[in-house]
């Protein structure tokens, strides 16, 4: 048998991640926001009476599992705009469009005007990454005057996904309500490793 020496500690040691300060506003502001709007209940006691009671010890409980399915559907947003933004890097194509919904489903996970937090934290992390810089200057500055207007809009393509990836999740919340099916599994996806 031939040894095969463990490099695992040197592995991850050399491993680097993408900044994800914007995960813990989402965190912070998706589920206030969301809370405030379900703070009485109402729209959704009925539904927890007639088919979730049993699972969940009180509306409360409830409401809670929604509100967390719909931070967790905000990140993961954010993490899809990220990397449709890193995939056009890496084939020296235009920024993704915005692709903002029409309207969004209630409850907003960003109502308008409250995303401002989110995409200053965005622009202070990703302003500062090497790669974004580079980026900028070998594909985008005939596009984008200056580096600030760059990552200003890649800061609102990360807000956009973040509540589009929050209404696809509680539209899928609201078919499992209409069908009889359980809630959907609401998962959060592995910190984005940095493969440059």
Known sequence: MHFMPDTEEEDSAAETFWPEGYKQVIRDDVRR????????????KHVYRQRFSERYSDLGQFLSK???????G????????FDDIID??????????????????????????????LQ???????????????AYRVGYTGIYATFDQFI??????VVTGTQNGADDLLGKTYMSFGSGLPLPPARRHPRRLKMW
């Open 74 to 81: 905000a990140e993961n947003g954010a993490d899809n705009a």
């Open 120 to 134: 200053q934290i965005i622009i202070d992390e990703y302003s500062q990454d090497n790669v974004y810089q580079h």
């Open 152 to 157: 200003e809009k890649v800061a609102r393509l």
């Open 33 to 44: 926001l969301v809370n405030a709007q379900l703070d009485d209940g109402n729209r959704f």
């Open 66 to 72: 929604i509100s967390d399915m719909i931070v967790i």
């Open 88 to 117: 056009a890097f890496w084939t020296e194509a235009p920024l993704p469009p915005e692709g903002r919904y029409t309207r969004y489903l209630w409850p907003e996970a960003l109502p308008e005007g409250s995303e401002n937090n």
